[in-house]
């Protein structure tokens, strides 16, 4: 088995829709090729939101609507999903986190389509998911918004400071999605700063509140399309490293990259 020669053809994108399964497994198969190529950590959380972001783009959103990924480290679940899309190529994938590429190892500023922020420093999406939301109600157009944040990130004041602002404006045209794995680079988030029930808060915020299966395509499509007078804000339960028995909620995989035995495993648990 020639494991660093493998390579995955575009999927079939021939209908929108709720991705069926053989479609997003490929994307999951297709991301742990990226990284295994490049020698690139932070794989867990990449397969803890892949199917949120996949489903965002594939169901929900338009050309004109924007996406922010708050938890910019795990720019390959985007790169990957707009690989399925057709945006990126393979020979971009290729070019993942090397020098001279545009994908970075967090989302750049600029030259990718449908990229419009870099981010990667944690806490800041919530606010510019906001932003976006205000200016198109001030300009009159019905562009809806999603940002996509880390649980770990709920530690952090300004993510706070970004709800507070965006339920002060019921801004019923943003969808905040929480990648709710329970862990962060130092250890559970209950150990880390233990902040009760997410949910819970975020429900004292007036917010729409959806708790739904973070890996079941169907309820975060439900889910995105749920009408709304405010901010809709859906917790998504996943479990990091979903897909690869070895990764599933270990703490580690928040930075190990693969050897070509693990990967060489990991792809066989996928294809079988």
């Known amino acids: ?78 790169y990957i999903t707009l690989w399925t899309m057709g945006i990126l190529s393979d020979d971009d994938l290729r070019g993942f986190h090397q020098d001279g590429s545009l994908l970075a190892g967090h989302p750049p500023a600029k030259g990718i389509p449908r990229i419009e922020f870099a981010t990667g420093s944690l806490g800041h999406g919530m606010s510019l998911g906001a932003g976006l939301a205000l200016a198109s109600r001030l300009l009159d157009d019905d562009h809806r918004t999603v940002c996509l944040t880390s649980d770990g990130e709920w530690q ?61 395509r169907q309820s975060i499509s439900e889910a995105l399309a749920a009408p709304s007078d405010t901010v809709k804000v859906i917790v998504l339960q996943t479990t990091k490293g979903r897909g690869v028995s070895f990764m599933e909620n270990r703490m580690e995989w928040h930075y190990r990259p693969l050897t070509e035995e693990l990967f060489g495993i990991a792809i066989d648990e996928m294809e079988g």
Request: glycine share 10%.
């Open 1 to 78: 088995m020639l494991i660093g020669d493998r390579r995955f053809l575009p999927l079939d994108r021939s209908s929108l829709g709720v991705p069926v399964e053989s479609e997003i497994n490929a994307a999951r198969r297709r991301l742990l090729q990226m990284h295994f190529d490049s020698g690139v950590g932070h794989i867990g959380g990449n397969l803890s939101c892949l199917d949120a972001v996949f489903v965002a783009f594939h169901d929900h959103l338009r050309e004109q609507d924007h996406f922010v990924l708050s938890k910019g480290h795990s720019a390959g679940a985007l």
């Open 156 to 216: 952090e004041g300004s993510t706070w400071e970004g709800l507070i602002f965006a339920t002060h404006h019921r801004l019923a045209n943003l969808t905040v999605m929480v990648d709710n794995n329970g862990l962060q680079g130092f250890g559970t988030t209950t150990d880390v700063a233990s902040m009760s029930s997410l949910p819970d808060l975020l429900r004292g915020f007036d917010v729409d509140l959806i708790t739904c299966d973070g890996h079941d």
